[in-house]
């Protein structure tokens, strides 16, 4: 395990995370282990093994270019859903041809960007579909794309990250598949080169992948009756993590491709694109207790970092662990984790059986690697925290402190002064 404890102090790798606290001078942080990243992609392609796959890491979930680089090293592919993450895609070196590009409201200078690349692009709707025919044009190019269907297969999970059911807001109307094939047939600039499906995500049960992956192969059977070659079909990504730390069995990459290994045909290639799967546990979100304070009913730890880099829990109510990285030797009480953040909403946990820590204390939220940095904010003009890179024996900093200066500089505008 990446992280684990040693005499009440818990390490990152060979590291111990107390000792990097103070090293680094910029609290809260994220700090990521590299020998993590490498074991869950490794377990992709482990659980792949003799099919014919790309791994299209949804790069979305985190984009931090040295993570993304080392990705793309062991061999990734990536999923992309906006024109900025395919820049940022080619910046890390990743292969066009292994690129998606996802999403129902691509523009058309992204899309003309993903069709001059050579970026395998989904199609979500009439509307998207003749854009993605005007980029073809506009880009000279021939573009393979892919249908994204809505199997209407329920995930069970939050509602915020359920996509595949029929309420939807993306995927084509099934009912009008063969509208969308009539008009690839006519339309030479257009290649179909697969279906596409997400369900949604933190999804706990191989068999929702199952029944989804059943109901794409009648869509394939369907549209390989009209003359078409489907190379590709996409099942997207979803699988979740033992957010909750109980040691729950949540499946691994292996039970969900072995759940499907027998429905897959072998001239058909698959596409899976894992996010949380892959970066999720590889990282911890390093905190010190401002202080800790009671209102005579409820038991506050306030710490430095909050709802601004890390707001999954206000979001979504979801529970990500916390805990301490050096020992806290004083009674337990039933705590809420909040940050400073002026607005009741910020909270990195609630109703936490903690130890009661000691002013600088380090705290950790753990499983912070996928959608917390990414969906940090400037709220209450807090800046971006810094990230690190555990290899090994070796702390790096991938990606530095934003700073209030950067911030400032965004109002240097020839308009104002
Ligand atoms: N493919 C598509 C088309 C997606 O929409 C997503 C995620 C993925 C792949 C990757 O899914 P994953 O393997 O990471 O579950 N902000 C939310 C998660 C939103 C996910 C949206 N779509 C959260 O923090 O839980």
Known sequence: MSYHVKDNYLYCDGLR???????VSHSPFYLYSLN????????????LEGIESIIGYAIKANNNLAILRHLRKLGS???????????IALAAGFDPAQMVLNGNGKTLPELILAARHGVMINVDSEFDFTHIQHAAGAAGKKVNVLIRINPDVDPQVHHYVSTGIKNSKFGIRNEKLNWFLDQIKCDSNLNLAGVHCHLGSTIKKTSIFRDATELMMEFINVIRDQGFDVKYLNIGGGLGIDYERTGEEIPSPADLINSIRDLLKP???LIIEPGRSIIGNTAVFVNRVVGVKTNGNKHFIVTDGSMAELIRPSLYDTYQHIDFIEPVDSEIEAYDVVGPVCESADFLGKDRSLKTPHEGAGL???DAGAYCYAM????NLKMRPPEYLVDGENLIEIRRAETLDDYMR????????
């Open 17 to 23: 995370i107390k000792d990097i606290q103070e090293q």
């Open 36 to 47: 993590q990243i490498t074991e869950n992609y490794k377990a992709y392609e482990a659980a």
């Open 77 to 87: 592919g990536a999923v992309l859903v906006s024109g900025n993450e395919l820049q």
């Open 267 to 269: 001239d058909v290639g």
């Open 364 to 366: 950790v939220v753990y």
């Open 376 to 379: 940090s904010s400037n709220y």
């Open 410 to 417: 965004l109002f240097e505008t020839s308009q104002y002064s």
